[in-house]
């Protein structure tokens, strides 16, 4: 099966390459075209760091009895027509029937070659389009949302390692996100993390606690040695950054 790459050609995140997505059509087959079956990242949000590329699979099925050049799934937020993506690789046609194709399709995001802006970071819209040979197109909104968000990291610190029963111990961390503008992880106060125990031996953690994170993403907080087990903090994210679980630290009880 053949592969097709295309790729933004302006230095930005959200690059309104094209005109009018501004007004992207409701339903399907305004121009002789059907999209159905529209799946993006498996319905999961897209999560994104400061230095590594991100693939998002896709997949469509398109129908139309028209010759086409290139049929691609995007996302696009509000009036003002910003696309984000910055490489887009698409599947030669899986021939379903005459004039019914499903395809499978990449969208690649690299904060570390393209500059993104935080604020791109939440909801966005998805359409699907394609480029008639011989010229002309169909842009069709598919009325999905799919959710782009900034990474994020959390650090953790069990201390005294060992420690006497019923003595205490402190635990410590910080939880940090991407900051897609200066391509480095910063502070991310005030956020409610969960502190989570695993005693040796057993297959799953317990939320002991939950915490909010200081102003500076620093996380502190006291329990009593009871058990050996590793001990780790769990941030389940939010509408424009993506959960994180830290490293697990391990604490010997005598």
């Known amino acids: 099966m053949g592969k097709k790459v295309w790729r933004v050609l302006v230095a930005g995140g959200a690059a309104a390459v094209f005109t009018g997505v501004a007004a992207v059509p409701a339903g399907a087959a305004e121009g002789g075209v059907s999209f159905t079956r529209v799946q993006v990242n498996g ?19 398109m129908e139309t009895t028209r010759k086409w050049k290139w ?15 910055h490489a887009i690789e698409t599947s030669d046609c899986n021939q379903v029937r005459s004039g019914v194709c499903d395809i499978a399709e990449t969208m690649y995001f690299d904060p570390d070659v393209w500059d993104m802006r935080n604020s791109e970071a939440g909801a966005w819209k998805v359409a699907a389009e394609v480029y008639f040979k011989g010229g002309g197109g169909d842009t069709d909104d598919k009325g999905l949302t799919v959710y782009v968000k900034r990474n994020s990291r959390l650090t953790v610190n069990a201390a005294p390692e060992p420690v006497s029963k ?37 297959t799953s953690y317990t939320t002991v606690k939950k915490v909010h994170a200081s102003g500076s993403g ?33 604490v010997v009880v005598r």
């Open 71 to 85: 049929p691609a799934v995007f996302l696009y937020r509000g009036d003002t027509g910003d696309r984000l993506w």
């Open 43 to 61: 319905g999961k949000p897209i999560v994104i760091g400061v230095a590594k590329e991100v693939g998002a699979p896709t997949s469509f099925r």
């Open 166 to 202: 019923g003595k205490t111990i402190t635990v410590t961390g910080k939880v940090t996100r991407a900051n897609w503008e200066t391509k480095k992880y910063a502070s991310y106060g005030g956020r409610l993390v969960s502190l989570q125990f695993k005693p040796s031996g057993a």
């Open 218 to 250: 620093g996380l502190r907080t006291t329990v009593k040695a009871s058990k050996t087990g590793a001990w780790r903090w769990v941030y389940y994210g939010n509408t424009t950054t993506g959960p994180s679980t830290s490293a697990a630290d391990n």
